[in-house]
């Protein structure tokens, strides 16, 4: 039985092989929800993607916090990409919470915070587009006019 007591099971078909080991289209490039996390207090943001089952499952078989991070921002950071040894690297570069929003976003991506997968529809339903909107820079200012073409 499922937990979502918003859809009728007796409505819907059962799955297929093929339906569920086909790659999905979610209208990303990686297949997987994707979004930007920007780093406070430098000024620079990342892109990241939700994880699948395979790779949390690799995730959570790792023996320290230091190595789920590791391995969970090398498969999750698209922008810039990062083996593991780099990632090593910016843990010992950076300040104590500067990866855990990344972090924290790759885990909602990936259905693994309580809630985020209903989060996650949620938003892509009330705005589909959301995730490829490049955010207004620091060099943005509000000029108090409409945006061209009507977008606000």
Not at 6 to 26: M, S
Not at 128 to 147: C, K, L, N
Request: glycine share 10%; proline share 5%; charged share 30%.
């Amino acid at each position: 039985m499922t937990d979502n007591t918003d859809v009728d099971p007796a409505g819907v078909p059962v799955a297929t092989a093929e339906f569920l080991t086909a790659k999905r289209d979610t209208g990303t490039a990686s297949a997987f929800p994707e979004d930007f996390v920007v780093l406070e207090d430098t000024g620079v943001k990342v892109r990241v993607r939700g994880l699948s089952r395979h790779e949390v499952l690799h995730v959570q078989a790792q023996k320290s916090v230091a190595e789920v991070e590791q391995v969970t921002l090398s498969l999750g950071l698209i922008e810039p990409r990062l083996t593991v040894e780099q990632v090593k690297a910016w843990q010992k570069s950076s300040v104590g919470g500067e990866m855990e929003p990344v972090t924290k976003r790759i885990g909602e991506l990936s259905g693994m915070a309580k809630g985020a997968r209903k989060k996650a529809i949620k938003e892509l339903l009330d705005d589909p587009g959301a995730e490829f909107r490049v955010h207004a820079g620091d060099e943005a200012i509000d000029d108090g006019e409409s945006a061209p073409d009507g977008d606000e």
